[in-house]
């Protein structure tokens, strides 16, 4: 270090705030370059994940709705107000089938139609009415 004692003091303070410039800069460029990266995965997000999460809690609420008309359509007992259940089941059934097929247009993985099927709640709803449950309820 003797090198360093032969400089003056105004080279040595100039030397030490151009490396600090330096390294200040080069942590603002590298900040610059990953800031640009989280914009990057937070567009996908917004573009891709978000549309395909949403669609699925409606796809999710259908199915709800699928179930608890039918078993509105099992309790009811008056003829006119079953088959106003009846209507409403049906209709709830077309409303799922279209927002699932909306739902398996936006799956961009080949692991969430294998997910999508395992969930309980779909299964439950598409089998409700191939049970035949309801359909026996009305020849009673």
């Known amino acids: 270090m003797p090198f360093l004692a032969n ?7 100039g030397a030490g705030f151009a490396i600090l410039l330096f390294l200040l800069s080069a942590v603002g460029g590298i900040g610059l370059f990953q800031s640009s990266h989280i914009y990057d995965g937070t567009r996908q997000i917004g573009e891709h994940w978000l549309p395909r999460e949403e669609t699925l809690g409606a796809v999710s609420s259908l199915s709800d709705d699928v179930r608890r008309t039918a078993l509105l359509f099992l ?3 008056d003829g006119k107000d079953r088959q106003v259940a009846r209507e409403q089941h049906t209709q709830s059934i077309a409303q799922f089938a279209t927002m699932l097929d909306g739902y398996s247009k936006l799956v961009s993985s080949p692991e969430e139609p294998v997910d999508l099927e395992r ?8 089998e409700c009415p191939k049970v035949g449950l309801l359909e026996g309820t009305v020849a009673k």
Request: aromatic residues 6%; without cysteine.
């Open 7 to 13: 400089i003056k003091i105004g080279s040595r303070l």
């Open 75 to 77: 309790v009811t007992t």
């Open 119 to 126: 969930t309980t709640w779909i299964r439950n709803a598409r």
